[in-house]
């Protein structure tokens, strides 16, 4: 598995499923995703996760909340 790049630990303390683009990347490359659905669930939780760890409001959980609709609408 490749490794979590997040510069705050308290990251992994608050998170339980920590993902980002470069394991989803990795994934992709591998052959991981079987079809669009698992490749969507993981780009969910990359999104969900950082709504859960920013702060309501803050410039990354406004970005987070943008992608999310962008995914969901697709």
Same mark, same amino acid.
């Given at each position: 598995? &490749? #490794?979590?790049? =997040? $510069?705050?630990?308290?990251? *992994?303390? &608050? !998170?339980?499923?920590?993902?980002?683009? #470069?394991?989803?990347?990795?994934?992709?490359?591998?052959? $991981?995703?079987?079809? #669009?659905?698992?490749?969507?669930?993981?780009?969910?939780?990359? =999104? *969900?996760? @950082?709504? =859960?760890?920013?702060?309501?409001?803050?410039?990354? #959980? !406004? @970005? @987070?909340?943008?992608?999310?609709?962008?995914? =969901?609408?697709?």
């Amino acid at each position: 598995m &490749v #490794s979590l790049n =997040v $510069q705050d630990r308290s990251y *992994n303390l &608050v !998170v339980r499923m920590p993902i980002d683009l #470069s394991i989803i990347r990795a994934k992709l490359e591998d052959g $991981q995703y079987p079809g #669009s659905l698992l490749f969507f669930r993981d780009l969910l939780l990359m =999104v *969900n996760n @950082a709504l =859960v760890y920013y702060a309501r409001g803050s410039q990354e #959980s !406004v @970005a @987070a909340s943008g992608l999310r609709d962008c995914i =969901v609408n697709e």
